[in-house]
Every structure is written in structure tokens, then in C-alpha cells.
């Protein structure tokens, strides 16, 4: 099916961890951004692809890690989880910058 | 710095009513205003897309303005349904740095049968 899918759906880990959140789109869109969700915050933006090879920092990107090999992949590394990157992580993508975002269903990631 | 602002934070009507919801942002150098409905435990579905040269679009039961001079944005929902019910965010991709969006924290809708 098309669309954007974001795997694991839920994860758990401890801090120190790397932890790896996955993130594929069928559309062949040249945009993808990461965000995350969290209460009194809402969405902000960790890291964005404007095409294969190509990410740029967004609001909040300290503690994260991105590369973008392919066109359809991006994903997110969290190289020594901190408890305060509990949260839930959305992936979005877009056929340009002003073209409207289209959002998987998240990953809900608790760090203990 | 882009800030986007949503009032009221959430709001309980009646199946039936017709509803505005509010969307401000500090700087109206803007390209365009993106609403979308998220579910709960769901990914945000992209519901109107308002360019910055537009005054209104309009989806079905579902009306967004746009007053750029002013900052404002709103989200008219006709003959509101328990379908309805969700949470409502409103984001700004602004004239610098066009490639990102800026988003509000939201208005929590819910329509009661």
C-alpha cells in the first residue's frame, strides 16, 4: 500500500541505549522530517531530508541522529537515549517544501 | 521566531452546532497555513492547505480563512458529527525557512451525540 510507515509502532528501552526508529514512504516524495509530540509542547522538528544525502537541523535536533541513503528511508537515531527523549516520534514527507506534509502513525518510545 | 497559538485549548459542543476554531501566529511573513485533524493514537491527516495569497479554502463541511495582515487563521466546521471528534492543528510554513512548518499545540474537539 502506499503511504508512510513508521516501525516499531512502540518501544521501550533504557537510557544509554541507541535506539533506531524507522521510517519508509512508497510516494517517492524528496521531503521527510522527523518530529516529536509531547504534552504542552506539541510537535516540533528534530531533523529534515530535502532529498537522499541531503538533512538540515530543525528546532530540536541535539541528541539525534539522521541519514537519508535512499529516497524512501529516514531514519532516526537516538545514540544514548535520555529519559527526556521519552515522547512520541511522527515521520512525515512531502513531494516539495510547500506542498502539504503527509504523517505515519508515530512511534511511541519510553526510555526507563 | 514563528509562534503559532490555538484557542481554545479544547472545546465540548452538541452533535449539530457549527464551530470556529482559532489559529494565531506572531509573524505574517508566511507562504501558507496548513490545518490538520489528529486521532488519538494516530498520525496528524492533512485537512486544508490555505496559501498565503488565498483568503479561504473549503473541503466538505469544512471552511478555513486566512487573514495574513492580521495573523489569524480560522477553522469553520458546519453541522458538527461525533466523527468529528479529534484533536485540531493548525501550522505555519513561514517565508523564511519555507522547507518547515511551525505548529500550534492544538484544540481538542469533542461532539457529543
Known amino acids: 500500500d502506499a503511504g508512510i510507515t513508521q516501525s516499531p509502532r512502540y518501544k521501550i528501552t533504557e537510557t544509554g541505549r541507541q535506539v533506531t526508529l524507522m521510517c519508509h514512504q512508497t510516494?517517492?516524495?524528496?521531503?521527510m522530517f522527523w518530529y516529536r509530540q509531547d504534552l504542552g509542547h506539541g510537535l516540533r522538528l528534530i531533523y529534515y531530508?530535502?532529498?537522499?544525502?541531503?538533512?538540515d537541523k530543525g528546532e530540536v535536533p541535539d541528541g539525534y541522529v539522521v541519514s537519508r541513503s535512499k529516497t524512501e528511508n529516514f531514519p532516526l537515531t537516538l545514540e544514548s537515549a535520555t529519559r527526556s527523549q521519552t515522547s512520541v516520534y511522527f515521520c512525515?514527507?512531502?513531494?516539495?517544501?510547500?506542498?502539504?506534509?503527509?504523517f505515519g502513525d508515530g512511534t511511541r518510545l519510553s526510555i526507563l | 521566531k514563528q509562534e503559532v497559538t490555538q484557542i481554545p485549548a479544547a472545546l465540548s459542543v452538541p452533535e449539530g452546532e457549527n464551530l470556529v476554531l482559532n489559529c494565531s501566529f506572531t509573524?505574517?511573513?508566511?507562504?501558507?497555513l496548513q490545518w490538520f485533524r489528529q486521532d488519538p493514537g494516530k498520525g496528524l491527516t492533512s485537512l486544508l492547505l490555505?496559501?498565503?495569497?488565498?483568503r479561504e479554502q473549503t473541503s466538505g463541511r469544512l471552511n478555513a480563512s486566512l487573514d495574513k495582515s492580521s495573523g489569524r487563521s480560522t477553522l469553520y466546521i458546519a453541522a458538527s458529527q461525533p466523527g468529528d471528534s479529534a484533536t485540531y492543528l493548525c501550522?505555519?510554513?513561514?517565508?523564511?525557512?519555507?522547507?518547515?512548518?511551525?505548529f500550534g499545540k492544538g484544540t481538542m474537539l469533542l461532539v457529543s451525540p
Open positions: 512525515a514527507s512531502s513531494e516539495s517544501p510547500i506542498t502539504p506534509q503527509h
Open positions: 510516494w517517492s516524495h524528496s521531503y
Open positions: 531530508s530535502a532529498a537522499a544525502d541531503i538533512t
Open positions: 509573524d505574517s511573513a508566511i507562504y501558507n
Open positions: 490555505i496559501q498565503s495569497s488565498q
Open positions: 501550522a505555519v510554513r513561514s517565508e523564511s525557512g519555507y522547507s518547515t512548518l511551525t
